[in-house]
């Protein structure tokens, strides 16, 4: 095995390799040792790069969030017009409910471990708020927020179904929160009185 100094991708291979195992037993499976024996490193250099397994644990989500986020960028940063940017998110949530059981296993690992800890919780609110960042270039952040919890939702229903729904039914999902039938629904409680 190399050194970390011929091995610049070492911690990156431990990453992926603690992403792998979460991926396949749970958090509960994970163990420096596991860890090590996948990525095929040696032993030490889990305490060389990381101060323990929570560290590692939380980097490893840490960069598969910023995956997830990319995503969004990539489906996000083109569309031109309302329509175009509805088709867009049309494209993401199916894309990400067809992809991979891996990705949607470590998603709700890390749901489960952010409704435990905090410092979890710490890691998906910056997640959420990273995806929020790409919809509010096409929506105000309300909607935005409404929209990224629909793109959770539909994702999620998407993936676990034996029969997921089609196309049209996300799209009129997206339209009812981003139409123009929306807009009063943005307007909140304390707005309209004021206004009143």
Do not use: C, N
């Amino acid at each position: 095995m190399a050194t970390g100094h011929i091995d610049p991708q070492r911690r990156e291979r431990i990453l992926t390799a603690t992403l792998d195992l979460v991926a396949e037993e749970g958090t509960a499976g994970v163990s420096h040792r596991k860890i090590a024996a996948r990525a095929d490193v040696p032993l030490g250099s889990m305490t060389y790069h990381f101060s323990g397994i929570d560290e590692v644990l939380r980097e490893a989500f840490r960069h598969f969030a910023g995956r997830i986020v990319a995503l969004f960028d990539e489906y996000l940063a083109a569309p031109a017009d309302r329509d175009q940017v509805r088709e867009a998110v049309v494209d993401l949530i199916h894309t990400l409910s067809d992809g991979s059981r891996r990705d949607l296993v470590l998603t709700q690992e890390l749901y489960t471990l952010a409704a435990r800890r905090p410092s979890y919780r710490e890691l998906t609110h910056e997640w959420m708020t990273r995806s929020r960042r790409h919809l509010e270039k096409h929506f105000d952040p309300d909607t935005a927020r409404q929209l990224d919890a629909l793109i959770e939702g539909l994702t999620l229903h998407r993936a676990l179904a034996t029969e997921p729904h089609d196309r049209l039914l996300t799209l009129d999902a997206v339209t009812r929160i981003t139409g123009p039938s929306g807009a009063a629904a943005r307007t909140r409680p304390a707005d309209r009185a004021a206004g009143q």
